[in-house]
């Protein structure tokens, strides 16, 4: 039994109090979005709407920066395109393509991205092209170029490791980094 003296006591979370949080929260991760936009990604908002242009349906995404700002680490434009064609195909007319898409994404950046603005010099361009075949299969290739002795592009894998060209791929898997000399016989190498 209860006793009508007693007062009643409210509970703490209120449908109030609920949706206003709701609010509040949807509110800041907005504010969070607006500013990451804003801070990291428009600067390099002109590169992407010229890679777009000169390549249409790319659907390229452009990020750059400095991966650890206390440390000495080298500024990195990434760009990932998708592409039409494969580009792991070693035929002349995808080499070709492979090698005009390189130099014009150069050009594009030499052009489009203003290097006065950023808060960090710019030392490595990372291009990441891809082709979606089915929903599980894609064919993909990493290049590096050294923006301030720009000499060749030099194919590396996902981690930014430079890819050994002599060096055969386990059967199907991907292009190993491991030197001849790193590896025993009796043991593949990664």
């Excluded at 014009?104 to 075949?133: A, G």
């Excluded at 993909?140 to 060749?152: C, G, I, K, T, W």
Aim: aromatic share 8%.
């Amino acid at each position: 039994m209860s006793n009508p003296e007693e007062p009643t006591r409210s509970p703490f979370l209120t449908g109030r109090k609920v949706v206003a949080s709701m609010f509040l929260m949807g509110i800041c991760a907005t504010a969070f979005l607006y500013g990451y936009w804003t801070l990291h990604l428009m600067p390099f908002m002109p590169l992407q709407e010229a890679i777009v242009a000169e390549f249409p349906g790319s659907a390229p995404r452009v990020n750059g920066g400095k991966r650890k700002l206390h440390k000495d680490t080298p500024g990195m434009l990434q760009i990932g395109m998708k592409l039409k064609f494969d580009p792991t195909s070693s035929d002349p007319k995808s080499v070709a393509s492979i090698a005009n898409l390189q130099t014009r994404v150069h050009d594009l950046v030499r052009e489009k991205v203003e290097m006065q603005k950023l808060d960090w010099e710019l030392d490595v361009i990372e291009l990441y092209v891809y082709q979606l075949i089915q929903e599980q299969e894609i064919r993909e290739r990493s290049f590096r170029l050294d923006f301030r002795n720009p000499v060749e592009w030099v194919e590396v894998d996902l981690t930014g490791n430079p890819i050994i060209a002599n060096r055969p791929a386990p059967e199907g898997g991907p292009p190993t980094t491991v030197p001849p000399e790193h590896s025993s016989p009796e043991k593949p190498a990664p």
